[in-house]
């Protein structure tokens, strides 16, 4: 499922989402693989961190890079990995009913901390390079530092301008990880819906959500409370999230725990590749 090379994650999940986007429910083998996934995900994370906070460690105590490495990138990382961690307990891979309100929320919760600190933690890298070699005179403003704008990217190592020129992650930012951080912080928040139905049971909930309206006229709360009983079993929980930045057409469903180990994976392996090569001397 996610097992290739994490820079092919987003490739490789584009075929998943197409053969699972349709599906009620992840089948036994499925829910295995994605729990082996799970823990290698999250070991991986924790080992990142760990080397992230040596490099820290080894930089002088004056340096304003070590805030970006440990207070940015390294901490963002513990909250990346908590969010991928929290969002598996809280929405089961085999849940088969809709998930109550309050847990629909804390998963929602753990997602928007996951989509600010995945964006936040390139921007950490980035900050962290241009410091260790003082560019930033040469870059011209800090609006421009970032690994994916061309101002910062012409200094970065080979292996690392090659790695974020790439087009599988240049496609990763422009219609992924761009719009729905800017979708969380400026406009209508991702979001996971509470269930899905098929046509009879969504017009019965329809039925019963104008009735509801009449009960709440009438004052008759306890065939208030029968009626959204009988809303909560229906249909079966969404395995997707999506938001509404884009003004124009549908908005775009995305598999929710295949997309955050694929993120989760790139992201390890671009730390990994970040940390061995930030110390090389910058492209003039």
Not at 43 to 69: H, N, W
Not at 143 to 165: C, D, M, N, S
Request: with cysteine; hydrophobic share 40%.
């Amino acid at each position: 499922m996610l097992t290739r090379s994490p820079r092919q994650a987003w490739s490789r999940l584009n075929f998943y989402v197409r053969r699972l986007i349709q599906l009620v429910h992840y089948s036994v083998p499925q829910i295995d693989d994605l729990h082996e996934n799970l823990r290698k995900v999250l070991q991986d994370m924790q080992d990142l961190i760990l080397k992230t906070v040596i490099e820290e460690q080894a930089l002088d105590p004056a340096s304003p890079v070590r805030g970006y490495l440990g207070h940015g990138a390294a901490r963002r990382l513990r909250t990346i990995r908590r969010a991928v961690q929290r969002v598996f307990e809280l929405f089961p891979l085999n849940q088969v009913r809709p998930l109550e309100a309050d847990a629909l929320s804390d998963v929602q919760t753990n997602l928007h901390a996951f989509v600010m600190n995945l964006y936040g933690l390139y921007d950490n890298w980035a900050w962290a390079f241009v410091l260790r070699h003082d560019l930033l005179s040469k870059i011209g403003d800090h609006r421009r530092v970032g690994l994916f704008r061309q101002a910062t990217q012409k200094h970065l190592p080979e292996e690392l301008r090659l790695y974020i020129k790439s087009d599988v992650l240049k496609r990763w930012h422009d219609e992924y990880a761009k719009p729905f951080r800017d979708a969380l912080a400026h406009r209508i928040p991702p979001y996971v819906p509470p269930s899905e139905f098929t046509e009879e049971e969504g017009r019965r909930y329809n039925e019963l959500e104008a009735e509801k309206f009449e009960c709440i006229k009438n004052m008759q709360w306890g065939r208030f409370d029968e009626l959204s009983a009988e809303q909560a079993a229906l249909g079966r929980p969404s395995f997707v999230f999506l938001h509404a930045f884009v003004e124009e057409g549908a908005p775009r469903r995305i598999l929710l725990h295949p997309q955050l180990l694929a993120d989760g994976m790139a992201a390890v392996e671009f730390g990994r590749l970040f940390l061995q090569y930030w110390r090389t001397v910058p492209l003039a």
